[in-house]
């Protein structure tokens, strides 16, 4: 099995194209992405937890690393030919500012954002139920968050969906890419832990073709392992190559240790709207009453800028002051 993006060709059906995106007609990529990565960390919440904890962190990648991971066999599909001309062409235009297709090469530097929670309980699930069956348990978030597009888990109880969620993250990358590392329990419902890694990439974008290929491919690719029948993400069997993730995006608070559980979502090359101090006053904007309860800690960090900001129930009232310097002035509530 070998670990790069995969496609699939579109043979049979309809079709189809995904339809995530139409729901952000009213909403800005900075707005969606901020409160729905907020609220499925709360769905997420481990029921032993009385608060969470959600990071914004921005950095960037060396070049050696983009090149690792936002390779060939990704890049090709990105700037394949639409299946319908005229399509996406706002995000077709965003792709060409980071490259060079005479050369095939990257010209912008690979800035990220890293969305992590914490007192959650990650990607539970059986990664292998890549589809539901009968048997299916309705608590594989594993599943929901990585192959069911639109789909509610169904559940009253949560205040969002990984229906809409999953739209939210590619949308706001400049290249509608992203990857996700997980601290999870591939057995959530049994007597013992079984906490795993989960490591897999999701590039979301249109039916297209590639040059002098008539085949017609799918909107969807994944960064992973592929099988002959399923797209599998890495997990702890490839500690080496988790290592190495881990090291690429400066991710520090993800062991295999109970307390280290919940997700951390890489974004390359976020719209330009998403910057800390957007991310910040979003999540005070949709959020004060959850920070001011106790029961959300937002953490903002930005290494390349010598940002350092955390948002509690202690400080929420001088965030929300413009006045008040070093918080709510640093946010610049009246620009």
């Not at 539970?124 to 990585?146: A, C, V």
């Not at 897999?200 to 799918?218: A, E, F, K, V």
Request: with cysteine; net charge negative; proline share 4%.
């Amino acid at each position: 099995m070998t670990t790069d993006w995969h496609w699939e060709k579109h043979t049979v059906g309809p079709q189809t194209e995904f339809q995530g995106y139409v729901a952000f007609k009213d909403l800005t990529p900075i707005n969606a992405l901020v409160r729905e990565s907020i609220q499925n960390a709360f769905d997420a919440k481990r029921k032993d937890e009385q608060f969470i904890v959600v990071q914004f962190r921005f950095g960037t990648a060396t070049d050696v690393n983009r090149e690792k991971y936002l390779g060939k066999a990704l890049t090709e599909h990105l700037y394949g030919i639409p299946f319908r001309p005229g399509l996406d062409k706002a995000h077709l235009r965003l792709y060409q500012s980071l490259r060079d297709e005479k050369t095939a090469t990257w010209t912008k530097e690979m800035r990220y954002l890293a969305i992590e929670d914490f007192n959650t309980s990650g990607l539970d699930g059986d990664e292998n139920e890549t589809i539901p069956t009968p048997t299916s348990k309705s608590s594989n978030l594993f599943r929901q968050f990585h192959h069911a597009w639109g789909e509610s888990i169904g559940d009253d109880s949560r205040g969002g969906s990984w229906g809409f969620g999953k739209a939210v993250i590619p949308y706001s990358s400049k290249i509608k890419t992203f990857f996700a590392l997980s601290v999870r329990d591939t057995t959530p419902d049994a007597t013992s832990y079984n906490i795993n890694y989960s490591l897999m990439g999701q590039t979301i974008c249109r039916n297209h073709h590639l040059p002098h290929d008539d085949s017609l491919w799918w909107f969807y690719g994944y960064y992973g392992r592929k099988t002959s029948t399923k797209m599998l993400p890495l997990t702890s069997s490839e500690q080496s190559e988790i290592d190495a993730f881990i090291q690429a995006f400066d991710i520090s608070s993800r062991t295999l240790k109970e307390e280290d559980r919940g997700l951390s979502a890489i974004i390359p090359y976020p719209k330009n709207e998403i910057n800390p101090h957007n991310c910040a006053k979003e999540a005070i904007a949709n959020y004060t009453h959850l920070i001011n309860s106790g029961k959300l800690k937002i953490k903002i960090i930005d290494n390349d800028a010598s940002i350092d900001w955390t948002i509690d129930s202690k400080n929420i009232l001088n965030w929300l002051d413009p006045l008040e310097t070093g918080y709510g002035k640093e946010l610049g509530w009246d620009e």
